[in-house]
């Protein structure tokens, strides 16, 4: 187990829950009249609802409704994105085989034995569905798993939700990141101060810079501030429309805005 431990992390966890004394399962929730209820299904209808009552009502952006500038398309002004099969077969070489399904029921393993095989199909999926702005419905599709966090686990609002995917959206997912993520840079999108979410940068390197301009001051003798601030459910309570506005600023427009509105931002998204 030490030696495999760093391909395959699931054989050191199943270890450790072969050794405890028995597993955390939901416990029983508290419904919107204050009744504690048990049944699974209820269970999960309760979760469900208190999930989608977090989420922003402003979540779309139609194409006719698009603020000026995103109808322009794509192609018009930076050229159509150009998925290449080399790309999509890299991807599918990387995939990690000890990951979960999603609800399609396809398994990694195979998508990754594959690759050659999926390479070309799936990058003109991947193709279509940018110049169109599609998203396939199965790929909507997530099984969704209540994390607790603190607090009273009856509470249904102190569970996260986690979303499992399914594998092949998840490849395209790779894609628009690495689009919106270059554009942003390119165009200066991101200031430096930005460390969170970027490649290369980390909680340590923020802090690092923090203490690097902190340290003078105190130093100096001068009087320091600092204010920290924490968004309640920030990522749930995004607003979509507003999300679409910022890219259309500083990023993609056209068929990404028609994707990412009626697709990729359709639902109650953990990668989002």
Not at 53 to 70: K, M, R, Y
Not at 121 to 127: C, D, R, T, V, W
Not at 204 to 224: E, H, K, W
Request: with cysteine.
């Amino acid at each position: 187990m030490a030696t495999s431990v760093k391909d395959n992390k699931k054989c050191f966890y199943k270890y450790i829950d072969a050794k405890r004394k028995g597993k955390t399962n939901l416990c029983s929730l508290l419904d919107t009249g204050g009744n504690l209820i048990s049944a699974d299904e209820e269970e999960a209808e309760v979760l469900n609802a208190y999930f989608a009552s977090v989420f922003s009502e402003a979540i779309t952006c139609l194409q006719d409704n698009c603020p000026p500038g995103l109808v322009d398309g794509v192609r018009e002004q930076n050229g159509p994105l150009i998925i290449q099969e080399v790309a999509v077969r890299e991807l599918l070489k990387c995939l990690d085989i000890h990951k979960s399904m999603g609800p399609d029921r396809v398994n990694p393993r195979v998508m990754r034995e594959l690759a050659d095989e999926l390479a070309k199909p799936l990058s003109i999926i991947y193709y279509q569905s940018w110049l169109t702005g599609e998203v396939p419905d199965n790929w909507k599709l997530a099984n969704v798993t209540p994390i607790h966090k603190k607090g009273a686990k009856e509470d249904p609002g102190n569970s996260r939700s986690v979303s499992l995917t399914s594998v092949p959206g998840k490849i395209m997912e790779e894609f628009i990141l690495s689009v919106i993520t270059q554009n942003l840079q390119d165009g200066q999108g991101l200031r430096p101060s930005q460390h969170g979410f970027r490649r290369g940068r980390s909680c340590l390197t923020n802090l690092i810079s923090f203490y690097d301009q902190v340290t003078p001051l105190v130093d100096a003798g001068r009087a320091v501030d600092v204010v920290y601030l924490d968004f309640s459910k920030a990522f749930d309570t995004v607003s979509h429309s507003t999300l679409l506005d910022k890219l259309a600023a500083v990023a993609w427009t056209g068929a990404l805005c028609a994707g990412l509105g009626t697709g990729w931002m359709a639902g109650p998204r953990e990668w989002w």
